[in-house]
């Protein structure tokens, strides 16, 4: 003869059961929580960089353009020296947020308001009969980069991040 099951019986979990689930979920959420200011800081140090290596590119853009003007005449877009006299200090411009150009932020005694990124262009003299070098940093923010007001250089070491690029341009 076959017993019944009894008919009150009914599936569920138990009191420890559930909290044991709560405890494991507890735990991870915890784990994950911890690592969302790393990963929000990671994000915004990637958007940083991907902005100054833009930076960066503009102006090499813009010296490649420069190489191509008349003597004595400089570029249009960051008035930087078109070509490649000594220089014995690099070319200091100021970028905003957006890593637009600050308008008549070359080599400013002061930076300027708004400035978020500070990028020193330095040539390297002197330049090949085909071949002009110089070496961009692009450094942020542009207010922890004080500008030293004997030489005029701008102090990147307080920088909280930098991009730096080496370009030969061709003549």
């Known amino acids: 003869m076959k017993m019944k099951p009894p008919l009150n019986r009914v599936a569920a979990f138990s009191l420890v059961e559930v909290t044991l689930a709560l405890g494991v979920a507890a735990f991870a959420l915890v784990a994950v929580f911890g690592m969302l200011p790393v990963g929000l800081k990671t994000q ?3 958007v940083q960089q ?4 833009a930076i960066a590119s503009q102006i090499v ?7 191509r003007l008349p003597p ?9 020296h078109g070509h490649w006299a000594a220089m014995l200090t690099p070319d ?4 905003d947020n957006d890593g637009s150009y600050i308008t008549g932020s070359t080599n400013p005694p002061t930076v300027p308001a ?11 003299d002197p330049p090949t009969e085909t071949t002009s070098l110089a070496d961009i940093t692009v450094a942020w923010p542009a207010a922890a980069s004080p500008i030293d007001p004997i030489t005029g250089q701008a102090d990147l070491s307080k920088a909280a991040g930098s991009v730096e690029t080496f370009s030969a341009i061709n003549r």
Do not use: E, H, I, P
């Not at 853009?61 to 190489?67: C, F, K, V």
């Not at 400089?74 to 930087?80: G, V």
């Not at 708004?114 to 390297?124: E, I, K, R």
């Open 44 to 46: 915004q140090t990637s």
């Open 50 to 53: 991907t902005k100054a290596n």
């Open 61 to 67: 853009a813009d010296l490649t353009a420069a190489l």
């Open 72 to 80: 004595g005449q400089y570029s249009k877009q960051f008035n930087l």
């Open 92 to 95: 200091l411009l100021y970028f």
């Open 114 to 124: 708004g400035a978020v990124f500070v990028a020193a262009v330095t040539y390297l």
